[in-house]
């Protein structure tokens, strides 16, 4: 997966509990839902599901359920998918 961007890169400590607990939680009881990505030539581009997508690197998870656009998103799409994904 290719990230759009790299904001967990620099995660506090508290930031990084949090993403280990998510993490163990998926790992324990499953993925409640699934990150969407879209194909970008032989990779996927992450649009949503940032954090499970880091939780889940985290604590070894190697498959997470994804739902594959069938195109990159407008921005305008972009926006609206931050908006629900952030509620």
Known sequence: ?????GRFLGATP???AELLALGESMRDEGQ???IRVFRRGD???LVSGHRR????RLV???KLLAIV???EPT???LLVDQLIENG
């Open 1 to 5: 997966v290719a990230e759009r961007t």
């Open 43 to 45: 990779r996927f581009v």
């Open 53 to 56: 997508y880091h939780a889940a």
């Open 14 to 16: 508290a930031e990084r």
């Open 60 to 62: 070894g998870l190697l």
């Open 32 to 34: 409640k839902q699934p």
């Open 75 to 77: 921005t305008s799409e």
């Open 69 to 71: 656009l069938p195109a």
